[in-house]
């Protein structure tokens, strides 16, 4: 059997590397192909994910390296399908051009709902498929679930356990479908293999950062969760909780998204809070920084990178402002609204003054508290989907304060739904009036009665 492991960035090859060390993909003796895509929005551009810094220490685990992109130019990975009936050519091409002849195949990838994945999946319509998770979306619902034609080819989904104790509910509206973890020690092994590449690329510059805090960028302002302004704010936020804190020097760990506006607005906000801002530019995931330098703080919105710092590297971590994202994205089904959820519930949290405080539920009551407020909030995303979550929704929501559930659902979602908590249908004052004219057995002196009483 011939494996073909689709990656688009470094936190996914180095997932794979993981999975494979720890076994999950059978022994060495097979062939094995990782086929990189680059989704980001110029591809053309930007570095292809071989030419990364530190992409050494993952090519042997792989016998061949291919693009996705160079096959498909100028369409884009990320937008481009196969039309009905070109599927079959496509599926003949292919093989031929990888020499794939007719031996089985077992397709590895990730967001199985979207390009390319789903371009895959559909032009080798007889590949076993094994689905890795991006991060803490797949504690939420399928964005889309996969027609039941591919779903039957799915054997397992694979995640790194960033929420200990809580089981992903990505693609369990198919009960066939087993969940297996990525060991964690795989995982930081893997980190650590391609932490060595850091000092043979010099990307430090000799510079002594052990221990200093950390600042994860996001790009929420290029999703338009919230505005630029705001985003920017966010991070000044962080600076002057960390500077409040009595530190004078702050690592950044930009999104490789992030653009030069927020640096100059970042080393602004740096020098209003008094600190020296270190910005870390390098294409390393910031996993390889955390085995590098061990911040002594890691504070972020709602990244993936505040659970691995927590899970896999026991450091102190600490979200700042994941309230306004939470009442900002739209609409309701949107994938990030559990990483965002997550953030906010059970993540500690950093005041202005730099205190931390305790997350809203303790890691020892996520069994009891988070899993079921996860099930409640992935009906009210993808009802259709999860009917057999309606239950545990309105268990929540019944035993939840008004303030509770405001902060995590929305009144008109739950209205739709037909849920507690739903607005009451009200009536317009016109139709109210006529209804009470016409109701059976008044005489009409009572209407003149009534009609008065209200002009009084």
């Excluded at 073909?4 to 003796?29: E, H, K, R």
């Excluded at 927590?310 to 559990?338: H, K």
Aim: negative net charge.
């Amino acid at each position: 059997m011939t494996q073909i492991f689709v990656a688009s960035t470094f936190y996914g090859a180095m997932s794979l590397a993981a999975a494979i060390d720890a076994g999950l993909f059978g022994t060495n003796d097979q062939r094995r192909i990782l086929l990189m895509s680059n989704n980001t929005a110029v591809p053309e551009i930007a570095a292809s994910l071989d030419e990364s810094p530190g992409f050494a220490a993952l090519r042997d685990r792989f016998g061949e390296i291919l693009s996705w992109n160079e096959l498909l130019w100028p369409a884009h990975p990320s937008t481009w399908s196969p039309r009905n009936q070109d599927r079959t050519l496509l599926y003949r091409l292919l093989r031929h051009y990888w020499s794939l002849g007719d031996e089985p195949l077992h397709l590895v990838v990730e967001s199985i709902q979207v390009p390319p994945a789903r371009a895959l999946a559909e032009i080798f319509e007889d590949a076993t498929i094994t689905v890795y998770s991006d991060g803490l979306m797949s504690y939420g619902p399928s964005r889309e679930s996969p027609p039941r034609e591919m779903a039957t080819r799915i054997d397992q989904v694979l995640y790194l356990d960033l929420v200990p104790g809580v089981r992903p509910l990505l693609l369990s509206e198919y009960p066939e479908v087993e969940l297996a973890t990525v060991p964690a020690d795989a995982f930081r092994g893997v980190v650590k293999e391609v932490a060595t590449q850091v000092d043979a690329e010099s990307v430090l510059a000799d510079r002594d950062l052990s221990g200093v805090p950390m600042v994860i960028g996001q790009y929420m302002a290029a999703l338009e969760i919230i505005t630029a302004e705001e985003e920017d704010e966010l991070h000044a936020r962080m600076l002057r909780g960390i500077a409040a804190q009595g530190h004078r020097k702050v690592i950044f760990k930009p999104h490789p998204s992030s653009t030069t506006r927020m640096f100059r607005a970042l080393r602004a906000s740096a020098e209003q809070a008094g600190v020296e801002l270190a910005v870390l530019d390098a294409p390393f995931p910031v996993e390889v920084w955390y085995e590098k330098l061990r911040p002594s703080l890691v504070v972020g919105c709602f990244s993936t990178g505040l659970s691995t710092a927590a899970s896999f590297y026991d450091l102190p971590t600490a979200t700042v402002g994941a309230e306004l994202p939470l009442q900002r994205i739209t609409p309701y089904q949107n994938s990030n609204r559990i990483p965002i959820t997550l953030a906010d519930a059970a993540m500690p949290r950093m005041a202005d003054n730099g205190d931390i405080q305790p997350p809203r539920i303790p890691a020892e009551r996520f069994a009891e508290q988070l899993t079921p407020l996860l099930s409640a909030i992935s009906y009210c995303m993808q009802s259709s989907t999860y009917p057999h979550l309606r239950d545990a929704a309105v268990t929540y929501l019944s035993q939840h304060s008004e303030a509770e559930v405001s902060r995590y659902f929305k009144r008109r979602r739950l209205t739709a739904l037909r849920l507690p908590g739903a607005s009451q249908r009200r009536y317009p004052s016109w139709l109210v009036a006529g209804a009470r004219r016409i109701r059976p057995g008044k005489s009409s002196k009572d209407d003149k009665d009534s009609k008065e009483n209200k002009d009084n």
